[in-house]
T-cell receptor, first 112, second 112 residues
Framework: NAGVMQNPRHLVRRRGQEARLRCSPM?????VYWYRQLPEEGLKFMVY????????ESGMPKERFSAEFPKEGPSILRIQQVVRGDSAAYFC??????????FGSGTRLTVV | GENVEQHPSTLSVQEGDSAVIKCTYS??????FPWYKQELGKGPQLIID?????GEKKDQRIAVTLNKTAKHFSLHITETQPEDSAVYFC???????????FGKGTRLSVIA
């Protein structure tokens, strides 16, 4: 029973490129959450999705960031035209009922 | 929205001693309070959680207490071991309705 799978583990992008982060939730989990973590800081909520729906995107910047969780396939967090300030660890979590989150190992994005 | 404050930010204890980490929250409607442990290079892992209808919960060497009136909750680790060294995060939410809001974390070092 695989946990939450995130890929890639590490991603390097040049300024202005696009970053695509993928997250496959645990089997049976229909709730997906994305969090961002800067060094020595806590986890900042970005977006909460269920299949094909964005439930809460209050923590996601309005510009350049988007997220989806299609009927088939993983959830995708997309960052367009990346800037150095986007460098961080991005964690995905899933749950069965918006309770008891299971986190993936994260994607560490470095913008050069 | 919810705001979670966590302290101390760093904590060093001798092996075998106890460690206590405290959190306060702002939204009196919050009713679910999990604690996560994050080891270097990994995603956060749920170690214990408590709901608002319970004042204390124990699991072997770890325990969590909740004071709803004062809006604070604490993590207690007894007989600490070197493998307890990690960053610990508290969080709060209105279960089933809102995403988890995390504190900024406590870096615990257990000195052998």
């Amino acid at each position: 029973n695989a946990g939450v799978m995130q890929n890639p583990r590490h991603l390097v992008r040049r300024r202005g490129q696009e970053a695509r982060l993928r997250c496959s939730p645990m089997k049976g989990h229909s709730h997906v959450y994305w969090y961002r973590q800067l060094p020595e800081e806590g986890l900042k909520f970005m977006v909460y999705l269920q299949k094909e729906n964005i439930i809460d995107e209050s923590g996601m910047p309005k510009e350049r960031f988007s997220a989806e969780f299609p009927k088939e396939g993983p959830s995708i967090l997309r960052i367009q035209q990346v800037v150095r300030g986007d460098s961080a660890a991005y964690f995905c979590a899933s749950s069965r009922d918006n309770y008891g989150y299971t986190f993936g190992s994260g994607t560490r994005l470095t913008v050069v | 929205g919810e705001n979670v404050e966590q302290h101390p930010s760093t904590l060093s204890v001798q092996e075998g001693d106890s460690a206590v980490i405290k959190c306060t929250y702002s939204d009196s409607a919050s009713n679910y309070f999990p604690w996560y442990k994050q080891e270097l290079g990994k995603g956060p892992q749920l170690i214990i959680d408590i709901r608002s209808n319970v004042g204390e919960k124990k699991d072997q060497r770890i325990a969590v207490t909740l004071n709803k009136t004062a809006k604070h909750f604490s993590l207690h680790i007894t007989e600490t071991q070197p493998e307890d060294s990690a960053v610990y995060f508290c969080a709060a939410s209105i279960r089933g309705n809102t995403p988890l809001v995390f504190g900024k974390g406590t870096r615990l070092s257990v000195i052998a």
